[in-house]
Nanobody, 114 residues
Framework: QAQLVESGGGLVQPGGSLRLSCAASRNIFSIYVMGWYRQAPGKQRELVARLTSGGSTNYADSVKGRFTISRDNAKNTVYLQMNSLKPEDTAVYYC????????WGQGTQVTVSS
C-alpha cells in the first residue's frame, strides 16, 4: 500500500510558473511508472507527463518544452515543473503510480488566469 499526496497548486498568471510535488509514503519509484495527469471541467482526465523507473520521460504534445517531470529518490517525491503556463493548463492535477497496483493522489488545483 502507498499513498500519494500532491501539493503546489494555486493561481498563477499566464506566462507564470508553478512546481507541483507528489510525495509518496514509501519508495516505489524502482518498480512504478510515475505520472502526472490533469482533468479540466467537462473534459476527460489526460496524461501530462510520465517518468519510468529507468528515467525515461514522455509528455503530452500540449506541454512539451514547457513542463518537466523529475524525481528525488531520497525524498520519495516526484515533481512537475510547469513554465509558460497558459489558461488552457487550468485543471486539477493528479499524481499517479502505475505498477503492480494503481495509486492516485487527491489532486491539486491549478488555475491560470489574469
Amino acid at each position: 500500500q502507498a499513498q500519494l499526496v500532491e501539493s503546489g497548486g494555486g493561481l498563477v498568471q499566464p506566462g507564470g510558473s508553478l512546481r507541483l510535488s507528489c510525495a509518496a509514503s514509501r519508495n516505489i519509484f524502482s518498480i512504478y511508472v510515475m505520472g502526472w495527469y490533469r482533468q479540466a471541467p467537462g473534459k476527460q482526465r489526460e496524461l501530462v507527463a510520465r517518468l519510468t523507473s529507468g528515467g525515461s520521460t514522455n509528455y503530452a504534445d500540449s506541454v512539451k518544452g514547457r513542463f518537466t517531470i523529475s524525481r528525488d529518490n531520497a525524498k520519495n517525491t516526484v515533481y512537475l515543473q510547469m513554465n509558460s503556463l497558459k489558461p488552457e493548463d487550468t485543471a486539477v492535477y493528479y499524481c499517479n503510480a502505475h505498477g503492480p497496483y494503481e495509486y492516485w493522489g487527491q489532486g491539486t488545483q491549478v488555475t491560470v488566469s489574469s
